[in-house]
């Protein structure tokens, strides 16, 4: 496949078998939110391939804006962001109600939207209690002609009880109205270390639970090989499950979401200077079966030119697998 284009510039592509597969995992959602997830899956340089590329743009609410935008100024600009997804032929574009709001007219219909629902901040003191404020609603995301909610939920905090609930309404509303459903499955809080958080273990957990919570679309953070649970230790070698690099690990919370029946899509953590190394953990993740990343702070910091050359090459190194 060429993906100096997107493929689905100036004509309507019709759903491959690969898409049409996919859509078969999900045997109780009606054919708006279907459709919605077609949306997601044949838009841009990726369409039909059942890979996805999307761009995030929650860390201003998340980080602030000088440490989300300062280093690449036009990022202030909401349009900027919607442009850029727009032009690097992605899937979609996430952000929270403010932003989205921001551009709904200008890029109205030019790509896939995500309304993130909730959303934290570094002002915050909460810690064993990791929490997000919800911030938008469904109705928001119907006027903005989202084909998505977004919604985090903390896995291990002494919140996520409630977290979960809060879930479970707003997915509940959302697929009643023809909408997919994001989970943001971020393991934090309650008694987890920072090496616990993307211990190996925890994360295919946490991307369990958001496919037990009813997600179409799970983001976690890429695994490490540390076994955080004692229990699971015990388990994960009786299992002889793989552990020893990346793409070992992602296969096993590829397999933990369904055995690969939902899709899950990792995260790009921390912004890196080298984009090299994005790139090589990019092709162990892809190795690994997943169906995509969601990159943010490493292609949005970056100068406009610099960003796209990088999404180019990861919408390649997915393109490949698929």
Known sequence: MNVSTPITSGRRLAITPR?????????????????????????????GTGKLVILPVDQGFEHGPARSFSVNAPA???????????????????????????????????????LKMNSANSLSRLNEDADQAVTASVSDAVRLGCS??????YPGSDRAYAQMEELRELAN????????????????????????????DVIAYAAHMAALLGAHIIK???????????????????????LGTLTDRIRDVVKSCFNGR????????????????????????????AFGSIMGRNAFQRPRDEAIKLLDDIIEIYAKAA
Request: negative net charge; aromatic residues 8%.
């Open 262 to 289: 939902r899709i899950v899509i990792f995260s790009g953590g921390e912004a890196k200077s080298d984009a090299n190394a994005v790139l090589d953990e990019i092709k162990q993740i892809a190795a690994g079966g």
């Open 148 to 153: 998505a909610i977004g919604f985090t939920i």
């Open 76 to 114: 202030y600009d909401p349009h900027y962001h919607f442009q850029l997804a727009i032009d690097a032929g992605l899937n979609a574009y996430a952000a929270p109600l403010g932003m989205l709001e921001a551009g709904a007219d200008t890029f109205a219909g030019q790509i896939p939207t995500i």
């Open 173 to 200: 509303e959302a697929k009643s109205v023809g909408l997919a459903v994001v989970v943001w499955s971020y393991a934090r809080g309650g008694t987890l270390d920072k090496k616990g958080e993307t211990a190996a």
């Open 220 to 242: 976690v953070k890429p695994p490490t090989d540390h076994i955080s649970l004692d229990a699971a230790k015990k388990a994960y070698e009786k299992g002889k499950i793989e």
């Open 19 to 47: 898409v049409r597969e996919i859509l078969s995992w999900y045997e109780s959602d009606n054919p708006g939110t279907k459709g919605n997830l077609v949306r997601l899956l044949m838009t841009g340089k990726l369409a």
